[in-house]
């Protein structure tokens, strides 16, 4: 009770200092010159921003992720993208590269070197033919390694991207490119994108859940997930897959569940006239997050719960309840799509393989990465597919950028194993589900696997692509800020027609 008394304290000693002159003064000091410059300089306007989009947001004022129709014909319904932190190598999983392996162990030609910035690699290193056994698969033909035995069952379920490039060489600033659509700090990621423009189905879940494993969050930290300039409540919400899955998910102790409405509520009426007085999106997004907490508490706890499942889907995944992997973020994000959740983004850090040590080389800390990642990623394609989930959930693998044909030389030293710089030139991602042809192989590198040589794919393509299967013309697709329309591909991006079913 003394909490609540002083809640109401504070509650009418606000608003008596709204009516007062120094108040006025003190408020109007900091915030006449910013009435002159909203116009110019922020541009946050929610209003504004539903005209480029078509939206009418004042229906969705105190419920900013309530589901809206595509502006288009939609071929997914949600997303689940499989990010693996630290850039996997293209050329041990996907791009076979037979020639490079004739030429293993040689000096590499100038023509790879010539005006191109390696993140370790200096001098003349030597070439590094690929460490694991191919072979084609499936009627689509699609070579995968040895590495990913269970993922060769699935070649014909997706589509790959063989040439994909970046202009970015450093983790980072290449992770929030591939999530944000540019490489410095701001911008609103994927699923902040499409749970801004469609909301989400279950109203008592987040319509953006972020699953992390693999000990580290991305070196980008979690700006890769955040709603940059868009309203906070479209960022998306890291939940755990060991212990409770969302931190302060129970209540006190004392504190009843009719109790904890009524407090809620207290805020925000609170809040309510806060938004009233000053028209900040923002507020807007605490009520929201406010009723959204108070939801989830019943619906989380069951739906991120994985120990009810049938022992044969625990044997397909590999999934090992009560701890924290890889595989049991699959079968979670599989649990989440299910319950209507818009966008769920997995990230898996240990990709990063430069020959520094043995869990950094690319023929024994690779191979053992893919074991744990293999059987996961294929039991989810497979699960969805049983489930009739695959059509309408569009599923995306890759990293933020691909690996050298030359072996790592730090510094112009040889290294103690085998590994491979970064390199944004041409690597390898694939898609698969709603809306994208299943068994197609789009893209072709160099015999060395260095750049791509045709049909290349960009980073903006990809999103460009994504939006489109969404129900999105991603030239569209914006919202004001700083006196522009900004929008995912910015002024770039094309579709991918050719694996578009």
């Excluded at 469609?198 to 070196?219: A, H, I, R």
């Excluded at 006190?252 to 009426?269: C, F, H, Q, W, Y």
């Amino acid at each position: 009770m003394k909490n609540l008394d002083k809640m109401l304290v504070e509650f009418a000693q606000q608003k008596l200092e709204k009516q007062t002159r120094r108040h006025f003064l003190m408020d109007c000091v900091a915030k006449v010159g910013g009435l002159a410059m909203a116009p110019l300089m922020f541009g946050c306007d929610a209003s504004s921003s539903a005209g480029s989009k078509g939206l009418n947001l004042s229906q969705r004022d105190l419920n900013p992720l309530s589901p809206l129709p595509p502006p288009f014909g939609a071929k997914a319904k949600s997303i689940i993208y499989l990010h693996m932190a630290g850039a996997p190598s293209q050329l041990e999983l996907f791009d076979y590269k037979p020639e490079l392996a004739k030429y293993h162990n040689q000096p590499a030609p100038q023509s790879l070197l010539e005006g191109k910035k390696f993140a370790f690699i200096r001098g003349t290193p030597n070439l590094l033919g690929p460490q694991a056994n191919f072979s084609q698969h499936g009627e689509s033909g699609a070579w995968i390694s040895d590495y990913m035995p269970h993922f060769q069952k699935m070649a014909d379920e997706v589509s790959f991207l063989k040439a994909v490039h970046t202009d970015q060489f450093n983790h980072g600033p290449a992770q929030l490119f591939m999530q944000t659509g540019s490489p410095r700090l701001g911008r609103p990621s994927i699923g902040s994108w499409v749970t801004y423009g469609l909301g989400t189905e279950n109203q008592n879940l987040p319509g953006f859940v972020v699953l992390t494993s693999g000990g580290k969050t991305p070196d980008a930290g979690k700006s890769v997930w955040g709603s940059g300039f868009l309203p906070s409540v479209y960022q998306g919400v890291q939940c755990r897959s060991k212990g409770d899955p969302v931190l302060y998910l129970d209540d006190p102790e004392g504190m009843s569940r009719n109790l904890k409405k009524n407090v809620i509520d207290a805020i925000n009426t609170v809040n309510k006239e806060e938004f009233d007085a000053y028209g900040d999106p923002e507020i807007l997004a605490r009520i929201n997050q406010y009723e959204m907490a108070y939801r989830m508490q019943i619906e989380v706890p069951e739906v991120m719960n994985i120990n009810d499942e049938p022992e044969s889907v625990h044997e397909l995944y590999g999934t090992k309840p009560g701890t924290e992997s890889f595989a049991n973020n699959c079968l979670l994000a599989r649990k989440l799509v299910e319950k209507g959740v818009r966008f769920v983004q997995l990230y898996d850090w240990g990709w990063d393989t430069h020959g520094t040590d043995h869990d950094g080389s690319i023929d024994m800390g690779l191979r053992n990465k893919c074991r744990e990642m293999d059987r996961p990623v294929s039991a989810l394609l497979l699960d969805l597919k049983q489930r009739g989930l695959l059509e309408d959930t569009l599923v995306v693998w890759g990293g933020e950028f691909g690996r050298t044909p030359m072996q790592e030389n730090r510094e112009g030293k040889t290294q103690s194993f085998l590994g491979r710089d970064h390199h944004g030139d041409a690597f390898t991602m694939w898609m698969a589900g709603g809306g994208i042809k299943p068994g197609v192989t789009y893209g072709k590198t160099d015999d060395f696997g260095f750049s791509g040589i045709d049909e290349k794919v960009s980073v903006h393509d990809i999103h460009a692509t994504i939006l489109h299967l969404m129900g999105f013309d991603h030239e569209q697709f914006t919202y004001d800020f700083q006196g522009r329309p900004f929008r995912l591909t910015d002024v770039e991006g094309e579709l991918i027609n050719k694996i578009l079913a």
